[in-house]
């Protein structure tokens, strides 16, 4: 019953070429959660963005890109995401067939810009070069720059489904257009799914939004519709809904190191609300080995527990 799930998910996409739908499949079937229509990537994109001093000092192997692939393996990850430089110094060790994402635009963090715009940092040949499934793009709606990273994005989800490669979108609002808080209220994290949706993204992947409502014509409709916002899981079906109805895949990021209970209370919302799964980096690669590995496994069944709920729940008893 699993894989009827997956090809579910892959009736979403059936306007897609083959290329685009298999490679949809490979981070759909692979690793612990294969089957399960569910997702849990390791992204570590952090080092560009935030520097290698913030993100590594804490487990110092982490300067070593070779460490995250082989992190992502031994736990079973659906995907690993990162930028060139990160996938191309792993190659060896990601030779073993794990789907990659590459990272084709970065940002970073020594010059702060109240309206970010990231610079392309690698392109569509570079994904198929290194045997990549997906390319990642970061947009910020609520940027002053907004409308740039979204002619980049429309161009280079064509590029890519010309290739065959899956989108995979970082939603992230964020600029002078919001408030600090209004850069992960339910209202405007919806809407940031949505516009990933409509330029073309197949995966997007969201912060999980808080109960904040940055407009009040927002907060109006929302009132008026009745739609619940008092709990992570309410928020997320929000979310998911925004996103062509729960046709996209939407997934939920692991934010800065937490501890472990909070970790994973706040994927069961996220599973609970009908959330795809998680991409999780730095509480994952910034504890010790052991628990990071223990960490992604207790987060991808809290995932695999929601899939069989749901599975259940279709299947006549």
């Given at each position: 019953?699993?894989?009827?799930?997956?090809?579910?998910?892959?009736?979403?996409?059936?306007?897609?070429?083959?290329?685009?739908?298999?490679?949809?499949?490979?981070?759909?079937?692979?690793?612990?959660?294969?089957?399960?229509?569910?997702?849990?990537?390791?992204?570590?994109?952090?080092?560009?963005?935030?520097?290698?001093?913030?993100?590594?000092?804490?487990?110092?192997?982490?300067?070593?890109?070779?460490?995250?692939?082989?992190?992502?393996?031994?736990?079973?990850?659906?995907?690993?995401?990162?930028?060139?430089?990160?996938?191309?110094?792993?190659?060896?060790?990601?030779?073993?067939?794990?789907?990659?994402?590459?990272?084709?635009?970065?940002?970073?963090?020594?010059?702060?810009?109240?309206?970010?715009?990231?610079?392309?940092?690698?392109?569509?040949?570079?994904?198929?070069?290194?045997?990549?499934?997906?390319?990642?793009?970061?947009?910020?709606?609520?940027?002053?720059?907004?409308?740039?990273?979204?002619?980049?994005?429309?161009?280079?989800?064509?590029?890519?489904?010309?290739?065959?490669?899956?989108?995979?979108?970082?939603?992230?609002?964020?600029?002078?257009?919001?408030?600090?808080?209004?850069?992960?209220?339910?209202?405007?994290?919806?809407?940031?799914?949505?516009?990933?949706?409509?330029?073309?993204?197949?995966?997007?992947?969201?912060?999980?939004?808080?109960?904040?409502?940055?407009?009040?014509?927002?907060?109006?409709?929302?009132?008026?519709?009745?739609?619940?916002?008092?709990?992570?899981?309410?928020?997320?079906?929000?979310?998911?809904?925004?996103?062509?109805?729960?046709?996209?895949?939407?997934?939920?990021?692991?934010?800065?190191?937490?501890?472990?209970a909070d970790v994973l209370e706040e994927n069961?919302?996220?599973?609970?609300?009908?959330?795809?799964?998680?991409?999780?980096?730095?509480?994952?690669?910034?504890?010790?080995?052991?628990?990071?590995?223990?960490?992604?496994?207790?987060?991808?069944?809290?995932h695999a527990a929601a899939a069989a709920a749901?599975?259940?729940?279709?299947?006549?008893?």
């Open positions: 019953m699993a894989n009827e799930r997956v090809h579910e998910i892959l009736g979403w996409y059936d306007h897609e070429s083959v290329g685009v739908r298999r490679n949809l499949a490979r981070m759909l079937m692979h690793g612990r959660l294969g089957g399960t229509g569910k997702l849990v990537v390791l992204p570590v994109d952090q080092g560009f963005e935030h520097g290698p001093t913030r993100s590594f000092s804490t487990q110092p192997s982490g300067f070593d890109p070779r460490y995250h692939a082989r992190l992502a393996i031994e736990a079973g990850c659906s995907a690993y995401a990162a930028p060139p430089g990160f996938i191309s110094a792993a190659s060896v060790d990601l030779a073993s067939g794990l789907p990659l994402i590459l990272k084709v635009n970065s940002a970073d963090v020594l010059y702060q810009d109240a309206d970010p715009c990231p610079a392309m940092t690698a392109n569509v040949e570079d994904a198929l070069r290194l045997g990549c499934s997906a390319v990642g793009f970061t947009i910020y709606p609520g940027s002053a720059s907004r409308l740039t990273m979204f002619e980049q994005l429309r161009s280079l989800a064509a590029d890519a489904r010309s290739a065959g490669l899956a989108v995979v979108v970082w939603a992230y609002p964020r600029g002078s257009g919001l408030s600090e808080a209004g850069q992960t209220a339910v209202d405007v994290v919806a809407y940031a799914a949505h516009i990933a949706a409509q330029l073309g993204a197949h995966i997007i992947k969201v912060k999980p939004p808080t109960s904040h409502i940055e407009f009040d014509s927002n907060r109006a409709a929302l009132q008026k519709a009745d739609v619940d916002t008092t709990t992570l899981a309410a928020r997320v079906a929000h979310v998911v809904r925004s996103a062509f109805d729960g046709r996209r895949i939407v997934i939920f990021s692991g934010g800065p190191a937490r501890e472990r069961r919302q996220t599973a609970a609300g009908g959330g795809f799964g998680a991409i999780v980096g730095r509480n994952s690669f910034q504890r010790p080995w052991q628990d990071a590995v223990r960490l992604l496994h207790d987060i991808m069944d809290v749901t599975l259940d729940l279709r299947v006549p008893v």
